[in-house]
T-cell receptor, first 117, second 113 residues
């Protein structure tokens, strides 16, 4: 079964600084990968996804992520943090079904991003 | 568009009580799922469904029951509530199973005393 790790349960950056949120997955085959964002008291929203093709994926709000198969990583970056980026960020991976189960999505534990003015 | 609608938003139960969390989507998605969110643990998959009449267990199914009689609705039943089920519950749907982006509801915050 797939698993996802996110290094750092809490990350603080200054406004205007680079944002880097780390995600690693366990898989022997290229998976489908996602980043979701959760603002306080809301559900999750899709930031970006990787399926196949270009390994650098651009998402909403200036975020992007790079799929690195050799490192089994899918780190999320943004060149310049804004106060409105403060939220919880979740990396997720599709877990393909087998003979007795179906595709499902497995989430990492999340990283809380704080932006310091 | 309503998207994914969850009711109720908040619920307090006593240990041993049962209840049903409702989830409905109006996007004609075949795939629907229930997650619980606990601090430091991210989202854990409880149950999911790939279409009417087809359900399967996720990582944390114990104490929960589901059925899927229509494409639109996917209720989650707590059979006998326990304090360990205090959590925030999210319903999500997608058009293509685990390979497609999930659309989330706004969650149900459940407290079991």
């Amino acid at each position: 079964a797939q698993s996802v790790t996110q290094l750092g349960s809490h990350v603080s950056v200054s406004e205007g600084a680079l944002v880097l949120l780390r995600c690693n997955y366990s898989s022997s085959v290229p998976p489908y990968l996602f980043w979701y964002v959760q603002y306080p008291n809301q559900g999750l929203q899709l930031l970006l996804k990787y399926t196949t093709g270009a390994t650098l994926v651009k998402g909403i709000n200036g975020f992007e992520a790079e799929f690195k198969k050799s490192e089994t990583s899918f780190h999320l970056t943004k060149p310049s943090a804004h106060m409105s980026d403060a939220a919880e960020y979740f990396c997720a991976v599709s877990d393909p079904g087998g003979e007795t189960s179906y595709d499902k999505v497995i989430f990492g534990p999340g990283t809380s991003l704080s932006v310091i003015p | 568009n309503a998207g994914v609608t969850q009711t109720p938003k908040f619920q307090v139960l006593k240990t041993g009580q049962s209840m049903t969390l409702q989830c409905a989507q109006d996007m004609n998605h075949e795939y629907m799922s229930w997650y619980r969110q606990d601090p430091g643990m991210g989202l854990r998959l409880i149950h999911y469904s790939v279409g009417a009449g087809i359900t399967d267990q996720g990582e944390a199914p114990n104490g929960y029951n589901v059925s899927r009689s229509t494409t639109e609705d996917f209720p989650l039943r707590l059979l006998s509530a326990a304090p360990s089920q205090t959590s925030v519950y999210f319903c999500a749907s997608s058009y293509g199973g685990g390979i497609s982006p999930l659309h989330f509801g706004n969650g149900t915050r459940l407290t079991v005393t």
